[in-house]
């Protein structure tokens, strides 16, 4: 897999850092990848590796705030912006490889963007992936703390506090949890402006699934201790003509980091060959 660095503006103007993985030889698709809360896309090189003798491209960035590219870690300008990136990023995909089928696949907090620009942007795409989207916390914070956080949010919006997420739940394997903890450009800040819209957007999501109109595979591990599956579940049934639903039982947070992988890797593999 050939790793490319790239660069450009996010729609707030502050400068994102991505990256192309690209097959040798024989590519088929383009996925546009958009991660999790806290961390980064080359913590992807891994597992899009996998993907390499099916000739599947991706191309990712670090979402504003985020590893390497500009801005208060854990803090974002507005979530719209959120939604522009990913627009940004499709419209390179197209100019780079413009014969190739093109592809959204969001995880966690990327899951919650991508839900909603299915639903509110209405992208003429080949297909979507998501996995363990974060439409809710397993463990909710609460009416009163959801309240205060939102007033929070108005008055002191890019003030950040520690986001409260146990990296030994992101897989049930030791070696990745310990890769995640010694990774230096993770981090384990949020404002109140972000937890407060990804929280609002998770809910609008779930309500408004029914308006997707892509094809899309939609994974998630029971045993999730930071994303509900259950709020997975209720998003993908209003929506059974365009959202296929998966369960993994045991399965942690990061699916592409645990037991089942491979699995994983085969079942996406073997979608969107359907889809070209």
Known sequence: MILEKLSWKSASGIGLVGNLW??????????????????????????????????????SYDQMGHGASKGKRGAISSYKHLLDDIQI??????????????FVYGHSMGGNIVSNFLIYRKPEIAG??????????????????ETIGSL???????????SDLHSSHISSINTE???????????????FRLFDQITKKGKLAIENSKEINVPTI???????????????????????DYIKFKEWPKGFHELHNDFCRDDVVGEI????????
């Open 177 to 191: 949890v310990e890769k995640y903890e010694k990774d230096p450009l993770n981090h384990g800040r949020i404002s």
């Open 218 to 240: 939609l994974f998630h591990g029971t045993d999730d201790m930071i994303t509900s599956p259950l709020a997975s579940a209720k998003f993908a049934k209003a929506n059974t």
């Open 269 to 276: 593999i073997e979608w969107i060959k359907t889809k070209v």
């Open 152 to 162: 929070l949010s108005v008055i002191i919006p890019n003030v950040t506090v520690p």
């Open 89 to 102: 990023c499709l419209n390179k995909a197209k100019e780079l490889f413009p014969e190739l089928p093109l």
């Open 22 to 59: 690209k097959p040798e030889s024989n590519t088929k698709a383009i996925v546009v990848f958009i991660h999790g809360f806290g961390e980064h896309c080359l913590r992807y090189t891994p597992y899009f590796e996998l993907f390499e003798n099916e000739g599947i491209v991706f191309i």
């Open 128 to 145: 979507s992936v998501i996995t363990s989207p974060w439409l809710k916390l397993t463990k909710e914070k609460g009416f009163l703390f």
